[in-house]
């Protein structure tokens, strides 16, 4: 386990996960990682999970956004 302690080592798996994955993707595999992590800690420890925040629904707005040309493709 040494090994990943290194800082340069850790910057490496960063970069190819960053070319593998995309700078999009990241966060949202981050988060679900962080929340499966926390979810196994709990169901290990006995604790119960925290209710799960309600978000706000999305206000509408009359004007739509177009797809950029990255999008449509």
Excluded: C, W
């Amino acid at each position: 386990m040494g090994y990943v302690s290194n800082p340069v080592h850790i910057a490496v798996l960063l970069l190819i996960a960053l070319l593998l994955f995309g700078g999009k993707r990241l966060p949202e595999i981050g988060r679900s990682l962080g929340t499966g992590m926390r979810e196994f800690k709990d169901s290990i420890s006995g604790h119960a999970p925290p209710e799960p925040q309600q978000l706000a629904p999305p206000e509408t707005t009359a004007s739509v956004a177009q797809p950029t040309e990255r999008e449509t493709v």
